[in-house]
């Protein structure tokens, strides 16, 4: 199956300073990719949608200049949290979709966000 | 627009018994369904899916889940709970690509 991979897994930063998560399909092209912010007992919260070669959607209430995205390739999209504070700590998740019929996500394993 | 409502935010059966999660969903144009488990600090796993055909879906790990399109439900089951099936299970429905997650059940299983 496809496979999406996140990096890092686990990341601690100190307030102030700014963390990037790469976001990787493996095997496939992912046309579109989804960045989710879970925090502890909750559900997926959409953030942003990303396209190859073009600006991220975000979602409201999602400030675009704090969560920068950035998807450059058809494999790679990045999310970078700008100048993080505690509140920013929480795990977020990227998937992505190939395009094919049914749209079906393919989730990375999350990444551990703790700011201090 | 759409949404999931999956009924009880936790759910605690013996091993061997019966697993019943319930999802109702709401969507304006016929959806794609999916089941996905979460063990804690992972990702989503997919279980199954329904996209369209046969309603009775089969997954993984012995789940398999009903599209009833009068009810607007789509719950998850399982003959026979095993231990390691202890995680957070969320329902989603994905129209163009957009998924809306339920908020989450989680199963515990007694020994």
């Known amino acids: 199956g496809a496979v999406v991979s996140q990096h890092p897994s686990r990341v601690i930063c100190k307030s102030g300073t700014s963390v990037k998560i790469e976001c990787r399909s493996l095997d496939f092209q992912a046309t579109t990719m989804f960045w989710y912010r879970q925090f502890p007992k909750q559900s997926l919260m959409l953030m942003a949608t990303?396209?190859?070669?073009?600006?991220?959607?975000?979602e409201q209430g999602v400030e675009k200049d704090k969560f920068l995205i950035n998807h450059a390739s058809l494999t790679l999209s990045t999310l970078t949290v700008t100048s993080a504070h505690p509140e920013d700590s929480s795990f977020y998740i990227c998937?992505?979709?190939?395009?094919?019929?049914?749209?079906?996500?393919?989730f990375g394993p999350g990444t551990r966000l703790t700011v201090l | 627009a759409q949404s999931v409502t999956q009924l009880g935010s936790h759910v605690s059966v013996s091993e061997g018994a019966l697993v019943l999660l319930r999802c109702n969903y709401s969507?304006?144009?016929?959806?794609?369904l999916f089941w996905y488990v979460q063990y804690p600090n992972q990702g989503l796993q997919l279980l199954l899916k329904?996209?369209?055909?046969?309603?009775l879906v089969k997954g993984i790990n012995g789940f398999e889940a009903e599209f009833k399109k009068s009810e607007t439900s789509f719950h998850l089951t399982k003959p026979s709970a095993h231990m390691s099936d202890a995680a957070e299970y969320f329902c989603?429905?994905?129209?163009?690509?957009?998924?809306?997650f339920g908020d989450g059940t989680t199963l515990t299983v007694k020994p």
């Open positions: 998937s992505a979709i190939s395009g094919g019929a049914y749209n079906e996500q393919f």
């Open positions: 329904y996209t369209t055909g046969a309603t």
């Open positions: 990303s396209n190859e070669g073009s600006k991220a959607t975000y």
């Open positions: 989603a429905v994905t129209n163009a690509g957009k998924s809306t």
């Open positions: 969507s304006s144009v016929p959806p794609y």
